[in-house]
């Protein structure tokens, strides 16, 4: 069982920055694809970002492109998704999420475990 904790979400000004980040309690998460989706008041959960196991790979959804990026530090513990250029439309809970396969998808279905989700709300 791995357990997911995302911190790092707030309240910040359109055009600012957070960096969220993803821990695994008592396991590394080196083997694992790594993804952050986010769901906003009544709508859908929708993918945000994806990173393979090895960090070689990585997608984006086309509303977060160019301004967000997502990393995995060497030690593989921890996932980062660093969010620049905030807009209002930003505003939701962000979950990470962690596929046994070891590759991403921007479906929730490819991953097995998930956060409680850190919520981003971007004033305007």
């Known amino acids: 069982q791995v357990q997911l904790v995302e911190s790092g979400g707030g309240l910040v000004q359109a055009g600012g920055s957070l960096r969220l980040s993803c821990a695994a309690s008592?396991?590394?998460?080196?083997?694992?694809?790594m993804g952050w989706f986010r769901q906003a008041p009544g709508k859908e959960r929708e993918f945000v970002a994806g990173?393979?196991?090895?960090?070689?790979?990585?997608e984006f959804a086309d509303s977060v492109k160019g301004r967000f990026t997502i990393s995995r530090d060497n030690a593989k513990i921890t996932v980062y998704l660093q969010m620049n250029s905030l807009k209002p439309e930003d505003t939701a809970v962000y979950y990470c999420?962690?596929?046994?396969?070891?590759?991403?998808?921007?479906?929730?279905?490819?991953?097995?475990?998930w956060g409680q989700g850190t919520q981003v709300t971007v004033s305007s």
């Open positions: 008592g396991r590394t998460l080196g083997s694992y694809g």
């Open positions: 999420a962690a596929a046994v396969s070891g590759y991403y998808g921007s479906s929730g279905q490819q991953y097995e475990y």
């Open positions: 990173i393979n196991w090895s960090g070689g790979r990585r």
